[in-house]
């Protein structure tokens, strides 16, 4: 990207401040870690598996758990 050029940005920037363990991050709903990704133009990211109380179905499909990424 050029200079001056504008970019959606895709995530939420959380600061760790100078302690990192300092901050705190609420997920959306209570999950387990799945994963830890890093990448050049997404930065680091945790993603968290959540399970629903009971099954649902939606389109066809039945689901049980969902991802957030942090």
Do not use: C, Q
Request: net charge negative; proline share 1%.
């Amino acid at each position: 990207m050029h200079v001056g050029a504008d970019d959606f940005h895709r995530g939420v920037d959380i600061d760790g401040g100078a302690t990192v363990g300092v901050e705190n991050v609420v997920a959306v709903l209570d999950g387990t870690f799945y994963d830890y990704r890093t990448s050049a133009s997404g930065g680091n990211t945790v993603i968290l598996k959540h399970e629903f109380a009971s099954p649902i179905s939606y389109n066809g499909k039945t689901l049980t758990h969902f991802y957030t990424w942090y």
